[in-house]
C-alpha cells in the first residue's frame, strides 16, 4: 500500500514539473496554444489621445489592444486590429523613437514590424529586408537606446543571447550586447535607465536582471536567482517593478538598485507590467489584464479571454509615416519623464526659437533655446530658477511665423 502511495505521489510530482517546464518551452519558443484566427473587429479611434495610450499585444488574437496610462481601463481593443497574416505572436508594441509609427516585436516572425498611427500594416521594418535569423530569431521585447537607435532581444539562432542594434530605418549597425550565454542567458526585456545611464536585461534562462552600462559592457545582476522574469518597467519612484512568469510568479518590485521591495502574486503568470499614473499597478498574463494593488489586491480586470504581453506607454500627437502633410511636430521622450526628457523637431524651421514649458496654471517655468542647426534640446525638469519643478502635466510649445504647435508631457520622479 505505501509503494502504490508513493508511486502517486511522485507521478503527481512529475505531471506539476511537467506542467510548468512544458509552459517555460513554450513561452521560451513563443507557441502560443491559444486560438490564432482573426478576431472580427475594427479600432473605433484613429488618434493617441494627448495623455496618450498602453500599448498590449494580445498574442492570442494578433492585435494591439489599448488602455488608459492613468487607470488602465480599455481604450481600444482593436488599436491595431487583429492581423494574423503579418503578426504570430506579437510581444510588445511601442512607438518608433520618431513618434511616426508603431514598431512590434513578433516572436515566431523574427523581427519587428510597422503600422501607422492608424493601426494600418506597413511593412516589414527590422532587420531591413526581411527576415534574417542570422540577425534576430526568437525575439522578445524591444527598447529604445540613449541615442535613438533601436536594442532587440535576440534568444535563438545564431545571434542568440544578444542585444541587437538597429538603426532609425532598421539597419542592423551590430551587436549592443554581444552573444553571451554564460551571462546573459535567453534575454526577454530590456530597458534603458536614464538617471543611471544603464541598461537592465531580465533573462529567463540564467533567472536574472542584468545590468550593462552605457556602452553595453556587463556590470554585474541587479536582481538575482528570479525565476523566469519578463517585462521591466521603472516606477515613478525610479522603483524597478518586474513579471515573474513561472513559480513563484508575480509583480517584484525593487530599488533602483536592486533592494527587495515588495512582492504582489494575487495575479500570477506574469507578462507586462506598468506603474499606473493613479498609483497602482498594471498587469497582464496568458488569460487577460488586471489592476493590482501594493497591497496585493486585485482592483478590477480591464479585460479577459485575452493573451496579453508586455505593456508600454505611447505618447499622443504623433504622425503617421504616411501622412502625406507632414505636419509640422514637437515631441519629447521619454514621456513620463523623469529627471530629464528630450524635446525633438520635425518638419520645422526652429532656428532662433524657443521651446517654452509652461504649467497646468498657464504660468512659464522655463524657456530653452533652439541654436543653430539643432533638431532637439533638452530639459532637466527645473524652472528659470534651477529648481525642480513639482510632479505633473506640463505643456510645452513652439511659435513658428506661421503656427504655435504644443504638446504635453508628465514629468513623475
Not at 322 to 351: E, L, Y
Request: hydrophobic share 35%; charged share 15%; net charge negative.
Amino acid at each position: 500500500m505505501k509503494k502504490i502511495l508513493l508511486v502517486c505521489i511522485f507521478v503527481s510530482v512529475c505531471s506539476i514539473i511537467w506542467a510548468e517546464t512544458s509552459a517555460e518551452l513554450n513561452e521560451e519558443m513563443g507557441f502560443d496554444l491559444s486560438s490564432h484566427s482573426k478576431i472580427s473587429g475594427v479600432r473605433t479611434t484613429r488618434d493617441i489621445p494627448d495623455d496618450g495610450l498602453l500599448l498590449i499585444p494580445d498574442s492570442g488574437g494578433d492585435r494591439i489592444m489599448a488602455f488608459y496610462p492613468d487607470t488602465g481601463n480599455l481604450y481600444d481593443a482593436n488599436f491595431v486590429p487583429s492581423d494574423p497574416t503579418n503578426l504570430a505572436t506579437p510581444i510588445a508594441a511601442a512607438l518608433h523613437p520618431d513618434g511616426h509609427s508603431i514598431l512590434v516585436s513578433d516572436q515566431i516572425k523574427d523581427g519587428l514590424i510597422e503600422y501607422d498611427l492608424n493601426g494600418i500594416f506597413s511593412g516589414w521594418f527590422a532587420p531591413a529586408g526581411g527576415v534574417n535569423t542570422a540577425i534576430l530569431d526568437n525575439v522578445r521585447g524591444w527598447g529604445t537606446k540613449a541615442d535613438g537607435n533601436i536594442l532587440v532581444t535576440c534568444a535563438s539562432g545564431a545571434n542568440s543571447d544578444a542585444i541587437a542594434e538597429f538603426d532609425a530605418s532598421g539597419n542592423f549597425v551590430g551587436n549592443f550586447i554581444p552573444p553571451n550565454a554564460t551571462i546573459m542567458d535567453s534575454p526577454f526585456d530590456i530597458i534603458y535607465r536614464i538617471h543611471e545611464n544603464d541598461y537592465l536585461v531580465s533573462t529567463s534562462t540564467s533567472n536574472a536582471i542584468h545590468q550593462y552600462d552605457a556602452s553595453g559592457a556587463y556590470l554585474g545582476n541587479l536582481v538575482s536567482s528570479m525565476h523566469f522574469p519578463e517585462q521591466i518597467a521603472v516606477a515613478s519612484s525610479g522603483n524597478i517593478l518586474v513579471a515573474g512568469f513561472s513559480t513563484p510568479s508575480g509583480c517584484y518590485e525593487y530599488t533602483s538598485t536592486g533592494v527587495y521591495v515588495g512582492y504582489y502574486d494575487v495575479v500570477s503568470g506574469l507578462r507586462g507590467v506598468y506603474e499606473l499614473g493613479n498609483g497602482n499597478i498594471l498587469v497582464s498574463n496568458g488569460s487577460g489584464v488586471y489592476e493590482i494593488s501594493r497591497s496585493n489586491q486585485l482592483l478590477s480586470t480591464k479585460i479577459s479571454d485575452v493573451n496579453g504581453r508586455f505593456i508600454h506607454f505611447a505618447p499622443g500627437g504623433g504622425v503617421s509615416v504616411d501622412d502625406p502633410q507632414q505636419h509640422p511636430q514637437i515631441k519629447n521622450f521619454p514621456n513620463p519623464m523623469k529627471d530629464a526628457t528630450t524635446f525633438s523637431f520635425a518638419h520645422m524651421q526652429v532656428t532662433g526659437q524657443t521651446v517654452q514649458i509652461y504649467n497646468t496654471k498657464g504660468q512659464l517655468v522655463n524657456e530653452l533655446s533652439i541654436a543653430g542647426d539643432q533638431r532637439s534640446v533638452v530639459w532637466n525638469g527645473t524652472g528659470f530658477d534651477g529648481n525642480h519643478v513639482p510632479n505633473g502635466i506640463y505643456l510645452y510649445k513652439i511659435e513658428t511665423s506661421d503656427e504655435v504647435i504644443s504638446n504635453k508631457l508628465l514629468l513623475l520622479r
